[in-house]
């Protein structure tokens, strides 16, 4: 698969599932990547790797920090389906990344990574046709944090998005 049919799939996926929060363990699944709760210290978020055992038919699997809050275990699932979709030839033994998202490949790389994030959890119609909602209501409706939001609203005007 490559990175055009993945943005497809993910596409295809949001315009079926419109009313939100956004199923990001139904959106992993539905590219082939099982998902995995972790036992980690809290400055680890996640990992994406190869995994023949665990992996799903794309051959890949997801581990969040179980110890993380429901809208960052959320959001670290999102950042790492967008290494998949995005980065899966830049994956090699599995990207590690620690609590700020940083995983040792080049910062613009990861900040794609968030951007796709941010896309998947906080769909630009939907997010464009509520701006009259408080940050409060955006986030409980998209069941992200505060902060997330906020960064998207900063965004939502410069349309840079993956997924339209
Ligand atoms: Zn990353």
Redesign the pocket.
């Known amino acids: 698969m490559d990175m055009r049919e993945k943005l497809q799939i993910v596409g295809l996926y949001m315009s079926m599932h419109e009313t939100p929060p956004i199923n990001v363990v139904g959106l992993a699944n539905r590219l082939g990547i099982k998902v995995y709760e972790a036992d980690w210290p809290s400055t680890i978020s996640g990992k994406i790797q190869k995994d023949r055992e665990k992996g799903g038919h794309s051959g890949f699997a997801i581990f969040v920090n179980k110890s993380h809050s429901r809208n960052r275990r959320r959001f670290t699932i999102a950042?790492e389906v967008a290494?998949f979709v995005l980065h899966e030839d830049l994956i090699g033994d599995g990207?590690f990344?620690d609590a700020l998202?940083r995983?040792g490949?080049p910062n613009k790389i990861?900040q794609q990574?968030n951007g796709l994030a941010a896309d998947i959890l906080m769909p630009y119609q939907i997010v464009q046709a509520n701006l009259d909602m408080s940050i409060d209501a955006l986030a409980d409706m998209f069941d992200v944090s505060t902060a997330a939001i906020t960064a998207r609203l900063s965004t939502v005007s410069s349309a840079g998005s993956f997924v339209s």
Do not use: F, N
């Open positions: 950042h290494h990207v990344d998202y995983s490949l990861e990574a």
